[in-house]
């Protein structure tokens, strides 16, 4: 089992940053790579960007340029540094994990981007 605690979210003007945290406890060396999806109302939950356990990442068109993801393997805990920030971006974000013996999913963190 691994449990996923998110944390950062919030509200703030368009055009400003976030910074969001996922803090991975449990059986984290089963962990091979993690990432951050997103839903807005009335919508399916869509990648955001995902970290390997080596390094690489991948990012969504509507985000590239504007959000980095990144993890401290130290603290077990991965981060999406969100900056320009725009309406379009308010959703709830959720933490994933993927791991050998399964998927999981944090609680989900709001954030809301006001114009």
């Known amino acids: 089992q691994v449990q996923l605690v998110e944390s950062g979210g919030g509200l703030v003007q368009a055009g400003g940053s976030l910074r969001l945290a996922c803090a991975a406890s449990?059986?984290?060396?089963?962990?091979?790579?993690m990432g951050w999806y997103r839903q807005a109302p009335g919508k399916q939950r869509d990648l955001v960007a995902t970290?390997?356990?080596?390094?690489?990442?991948n990012y969504a068109d509507s985000v590239k340029g504007r959000f980095t993801i990144s993890r401290d393997n130290a603290k077990n805990t991965m981060y999406l540094q969100m900056n320009s920030l725009k309406p379009e971006d308010t959703a709830v974000y959720y933490c994933?994990?993927?791991?050998?013996?399964?998927?999981?999913w944090g609680q989900g963190t709001q954030v809301t981007v006001s114009s």
């Open positions: 449990g059986n984290i060396f089963s962990i091979y790579a």
């Open positions: 970290i390997t356990s080596g390094g690489s990442t």
């Open positions: 994933n994990a993927k791991c050998l013996v399964g998927n999981y």
